[in-house]
């Protein structure tokens, strides 16, 4: 496979750190893209890629995000939207901020995001869109937090519509629903949601962040190319629909 511009977002820790860190093996320069402009700098120096600092809910910003990194780099061909955040508070409890602003990053930057990349794949006449989502787009979300669900049950109508959409581009849409992956996001249970999550996994473990960059590799690899519109699901048998 020839060496591709990948841009990932939210990739400055967690999963999107072990996306960029595969794609940085695969060959691939990687644009880390993250709120936290300092620990997307570590991770991009950490794997010869490039930083920059990135709010995926902010329409203009994404905009000239995109425009710099073509400019920078002539190209951009894999995408890989990552950033998303969980407010936690059942329906009664969460507040509208909290709906807002779960909506605004998780949804509208997947959007924001293909929006404003799109037209460079389409220019390149190749592409890769990979969304993670969750197991909370089929169930709902387990962990108390309404909105998370409702964010990511869009993102996987959104990819199949970008599916649709860019086929005759050239340019793939894909999404990755993971489930329980240790990270700084699932640190935050407490103890009782951790043991409640972990019964309902027949293979009995947490998934890790590579594991989630394992399915992100083969969805952004020329042997995927007749893959569009899918959803992989990474939840250790949580959930076999
Ligand atoms: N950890 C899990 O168990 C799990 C399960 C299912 C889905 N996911 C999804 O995987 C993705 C990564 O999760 P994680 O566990 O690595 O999370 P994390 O909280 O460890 O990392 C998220 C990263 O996104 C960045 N970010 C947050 N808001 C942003 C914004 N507006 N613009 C740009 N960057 C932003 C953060 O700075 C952080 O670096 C998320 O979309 C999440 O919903 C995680």
Redesign the pocket.
Known sequence: MSRRIALV????????KAIAERLAAMGHHVIV????LE?AQQTAQAIGGSAGR????NYLEVEAFMAQAQAQHGRLDILVN?????RRGNLLSVSEDDWDRVIA??LK?AFNCAKHAAPYMIKGGWGRIVN?????AKTGDITSAPG?GSS?AGVVNLTKTLARELAPYGITANAV?????E????AQWSEETRQRVLSGIPLGRLGK?QE?AAAVAFLVSEEAGFITGATLDINGGALMD
């Not at 990135?54 to 809910?57: A, M, Q």
């Open positions: 977002t939210g990739a400055a820790r967690g999963i999107g893209a993250d709120l936290n620990a990135l709010d995926v809910s990552n950033a998303g955040i969980i990053v998780n930057g993670i989502v969750s197991i909370a998370y990511k629903a993971p489930h329980a992956i990270t700084e996001m699932s962040p989630v």
